[in-house]
């Protein structure tokens, strides 16, 4: 008779840099997976969270940069630390990412060219690119080794020392990063949807730039591989964060 492993009930923490800028995808998959979850949204004026109250946590983008000398920054930039100091599986996502990086010892700088929307300046998709050390990674298991992204970023992560480069972009290398065992950060939007592209091409300045009907038919044109992709990223994190409860737990 086959041996059942009982999975002990986990809880995730969306936490929001921007109003404008939701969780999308990312809400959809911890229903799949029958994870609760609770959001908060910092540029409302929500506090953060204490952190262990959580088995993973998800910190999305904004408009703000991660180097900012601000209340608000700074008290994230702590929290992340703490985060990574107490071993919680962390996803960051753009700024989250770019906060991720810089509180595990690595700096900023201004992108080579600031990706933003679907294409690059000669009409190519964005894509990242494993690295070998993204194709042995768990995040990345079942992932194509090369993965379309939307992007909406003016600053990269300059990794040092103890951050490991999983994928990488032809404009901006630094792309998809990992530090310790359970945080990582993806500078790409996997979690965007076809809603969420229209608001944000409505009401995002970068974007404005673009033209918007081009922008919301070239998304929609890919978005069924580009959510796949996204799922296959979201799921591994899961199931990592929840081998790591499992193992806290003495399961």
Same mark, same amino acid.
């Given at each position: 008779? @086959?041996?059942?492993i009982l999975?002990?009930?986990?809880?995730?923490?969306?936490?929001?840099?921007?109003?404008?800028? &939701? #969780?999308?995808?990312?809400?959809?998959?911890?229903?799949?997976?029958?994870?609760?979850?609770?959001?908060?949204?910092?540029?409302?004026?929500? @506090?953060? @969270? #204490?952190?262990?109250?959580?088995?993973?946590?998800?910190?999305? &983008?904004?408009?703000?940069?991660?180097?900012?000398?601000?209340?608000?920054?700074?008290?994230?930039?702590?929290?992340?630390?703490?985060?990574?100091?107490?071993?919680?599986?962390?996803?960051?996502?753009?700024?989250?990412?770019? %906060?991720?990086?810089?509180?595990?010892?690595?700096?900023?700088?201004?992108?080579?060219?600031?990706?933003?929307?679907?294409?690059?300046?000669?009409?190519?998709l964005f894509?990242?690119?494993?690295?070998?050390?993204?194709?042995?990674?768990?995040?990345?298991? &079942?992932?194509?080794?090369?993965?379309?992204?939307?992007?909406? +970023?003016?600053?990269? %992560?300059?990794?040092?020392?103890?951050?490991?480069?999983?994928?990488?972009?032809?404009?901006?290398r630094v792309?998809?990063?990992?530090?310790?065992?359970?945080?990582?950060?993806?500078?790409? +939007?996997?979690?965007?949807?076809?809603?969420?592209?229209?608001?944000?091409?409505?009401?995002?300045?970068?974007?404005?730039?673009?033209?918007?009907?081009?922008?919301?038919?070239?998304?929609?044109?890919?978005?069924?591989?580009?959510?796949?992709? #996204?799922?296959?990223?979201?799921?591994?994190?899961?199931?990592?964060?929840?081998?790591? #409860?499992?193992?806290? +737990?003495?399961?």
């Amino acid at each position: 008779m @086959p041996i059942r492993i009982l999975l002990i009930p986990v809880r995730a923490i969306i936490i929001k840099n921007a109003i404008r800028e &939701g #969780a999308g995808l990312i809400e959809n998959v911890l229903t799949d997976e029958g994870i609760a979850w609770d959001a908060i949204d910092l540029d409302a004026g929500d @506090p953060f @969270p #204490a952190p262990e109250k959580y088995d993973m946590i998800f910190l999305l &983008g904004g408009p703000d940069s991660a180097t900012d000398d601000t209340a608000k920054m700074q008290w994230e930039r702590e929290a992340v630390a703490g985060i990574l100091r107490e071993e919680i599986p962390f996803f960051g996502i753009c700024l989250g990412m770019q %906060v991720l990086g810089l509180t595990a010892g690595g700096s900023l700088a201004k992108s080579p060219y600031p990706e933003i929307g679907v294409r690059d300046p000669v009409g190519r998709l964005f894509c990242i690119t494993l690295t070998t050390e993204g194709g042995t990674d768990p995040l990345c298991a &079942g992932l194509p080794a090369s993965v379309p992204v939307f992007q909406l +970023h003016g600053e990269t %992560v300059v990794p040092a020392r103890g951050i490991t480069v999983l994928a990488t972009g032809d404009l901006c290398r630094v792309q998809l990063i990992k530090t310790g065992t359970y945080a990582y950060g993806i500078q790409g +939007h996997l979690e965007a949807t076809h809603d969420m592209i229209i608001r944000w091409a409505d009401e995002d300045p970068d974007l404005a730039t673009l033209d918007r009907d081009r922008l919301i038919a070239d998304f929609a044109q890919y978005e069924g591989e580009y959510a796949k992709n #996204a799922r296959i990223i979201l799921k591994n994190f899961i199931a990592i964060a929840r081998e790591r #409860a499992q193992r806290a +737990h003495g399961r």
